[in-house]
C-alpha cells in the first residue's frame, strides 16, 4: 500500500498513536510506502513547536520517520504546484490541502492519512480515498 500523509497523521505518529505506529512499522518493514509532502512536514513542525515541543525532539522525531527508505519526502515542484492551484480552484480546498492532494495523486498513492474535512470533496468526486481513525 502506498500512502500519503497529512499533518494529521505525522501528529498522530508523534504521539504514538497504535494505528499510526502500525502503518509506519509496515514501511520500515517494506510493506508499505509513505509519501509526506514537504508542506506536510513544515506544518507538523509548526503544530510541534506551538506545542512547545523542542526542536531537538522533533528532528529526533522526523530522524525515526525517515529512518525506513519506503518514506519519502516529496518537493514541491511546477506540476504538483499547479494541480494544487486546479484543485484548490475546481473544489474550494485551502492551498495547503491542495498541495498535499496534488502530491497524494501524482505520486500514486492509495490513500491519504488525513482527518480533515477540507478533503470531502475530493472524496465525493472520487479524486482521492481518505483513511482515518
Known sequence: MRYCSDSWFIL???????????????????????????????????????????????????QGVEASEKVKLVIIDRTIASEAAKISLTFNVPMIDSFVAATCKLT?????????SEYRLLVKNKYLKIQSW
Open 12 to 62: 498522530s505518529l508523534f504521539n504514538e498513536v497504535e494505528q499510526s505506529m502500525r502503518i509506519l512499522q509496515e514501511a520500515k518493514e517494506g510493506k508499505a510506502q509513505i509519501v509526506v509532502p514537504m508542506v506536510v512536514f513544515a506544518e507538523s513542525t509548526k503544530k510541534l513547536l506551538q506545542r512547545g515541543v523542542s526542536q531537538s525532539a522533533i528532528s529526533v522525531f522526523w
Open 108 to 116: 500514486n498513492c492509495h490513500v491519504l492519512l488525513a482527518a480533515d
